[in-house]
Structures are given as C-alpha cells and as structure tokens.
C-alpha cells in the first residue's frame, strides 16, 4: 500500500495512522503578580520610550488612532 492509498484509507485524515495519540501540553506556568516595585519600574521603562516621540510622517492622518502618553492623575 502506497502512503497515498494509507492517506486515503483514513475516515478523517488526521495523518497519524493508528490513532496515535499527541503528547500532552506542559503544564502551565502560574502567573506571578507583578511586585509595586516591577510595575513602578515598568511604567517608568514605557515612559522613557514614549519621552519625545512624534509622528509627523502624514499630516493627513487622523492624530486620535496614534499613540499618546496621558497622566495617570
């Protein structure tokens, strides 16, 4: 028998011939929450990226779908 014709042969093709099964997934992580400090330091991370950016390439451009920083106040 050809692999075609055992392709074939399948009800559904599933392409594991003999049902075999796929390994199981990982086991998940657990999710940590961030400490004050991580956050803190993560904000402050963002906002030095964000400090002085611009987009002027297309003065066109509806400015309200760009990127903006805004007070947390």
Known sequence: MTPLERLLAEAIPTGTFGHAL???PPE???IRPWTPEEQA???ADLLAALDGWVWD???RADQRRHLRAVDAA
């Open 57 to 59: 390439e297309d003065e």
């Open 41 to 43: 330091q993560h904000v």
């Open 28 to 30: 998940p992580r657990p």
């Open 22 to 24: 796929p390994p199981p």
